[in-house]
């Protein structure tokens, strides 16, 4: 299959839809983006790379951070950390307060915001001052990329905006399921939310949960084969927030995206995936990342299902 010649038939084919969906303007910062932007990448098990579009360029790769960070914590805690977030979709807005309200400060999955905070209070609690530093590290170890850092002016917009985000962890401390000081726990949050990667990190920092949480190009074992069948099935069913169930029925693919205009997927034992294109849909998914996903599978064939 020539995912090349696929690849530039679906950068053809997506064009009519970049003038859809908005950025996300409830953060100043990524206001900052030229909305026309898209890449996408393909990184096979066997180091063959395949881009189109601006592959090289940074983005901020916000709720993609959730699937390192729900690694990390699962890799430390195992079934426990489950007593502390859920795996189940939540069907709400990512950012809903309601659940998490009536559910006892319980965060439905680690993939909407509530949850995502939930596993950064646990690898605090693990990890200390040295937590931002150690999902760093991973994140570099995974895609095999030393030069990944985060974005200072994302990262302090987030903090002077974040509201809903203060919200939720208050009301989670007051269910005494934050264990950590609260802005400490925010900061790195908001932190993790503001590393910079491109399309082709991220497809590679992807690869090990398409292998059985083997990085296939260095034989390295970063999760347990059963972990990574945990982490994979979570991205299918909650990975897209409100949105999920509609994602699995278009593309067939265990992904994760965040409102910085990223999506990641992966095609177990062949390949991961990463599209970037900044403007979003009412769920705060990429619009035409999306599409591009849904015509790559149809093309292909590429689908769980």
């Known amino acids: 299959m020539n995912y090349q010649n696929i690849l530039e038939e679906i950068q053809e084919e997506i064009k009519p839809f970049l003038e859809e969906g908005a950025l996300a303007d409830y953060i100043p910062a990524l206001e900052n983006v030229n909305g026309n932007d898209f890449a996408m990448s393909i990184i096979t098990l066997n180091g063959e790379e395949f881009h189109i579009g601006c592959s090289d360029k940074n983005f901020s790769i916000q709720s993609i951070s959730k699937v390192f960070t729900f690694t990390l914590a699962l890799q430390n805690y195992g079934r426990k950390l489950y007593e502390r977030v859920g795996h189940e ?178 095609v177990p034992k062949k390949m991961a995936i990463c599209v970037y294109s900044p403007k979003l849909n009412k769920q705060g998914n990429s619009l035409v990342g999306t599409k591009a996903l849904e015509l790559f599978t149809t093309k292909t064939g590429l689908s769980i299902f």
Do not use: W
């Open 89 to 266: 979709p939540s069907g709400d807005p990512f950012n809903s307060l309601v659940q998490l309200e009536y559910e006892n400060g319980i965060p439905r999955n680690p993939f909407i915001n509530a949850g995502a905070i939930v596993t950064t209070d646990r690898l605090i609690s693990i990890y200390k001052d040295n937590t931002f530093h150690e999902v760093l590290k991973f994140i570099k170890n995974a895609s095999n990329y030393n030069t990944i850092g985060y974005d200072e002016e994302i990262f302090k917009s987030e903090l002077s905006h974040g509201f809903m985000n203060l919200a939720l962890i208050n009301m989670m401390k007051s269910f005494k399921n934050i264990d950590n000081e609260t802005n400490r726990v925010i900061e790195t949050y908001f932190k993790q939310c503001s590393i910079l990667m491109t399309t082709k990190q991220l497809a590679h920092a992807m690869l090990f949960l398409a292998n059985h949480g083997v990085n296939p190009l260095t034989n390295e074992v970063l999760v347990s084969e059963s972990k990574a069948k945990r982490i994979n099935s979570v991205m299918l069913t909650c990975g897209h927030y409100d949105a999920s169930g509609d994602f699995a029925y278009r593309v067939g693919l265990p992904g994760k995206s965040g409102v910085g205009g990223g999506i990641v997927a992966i």
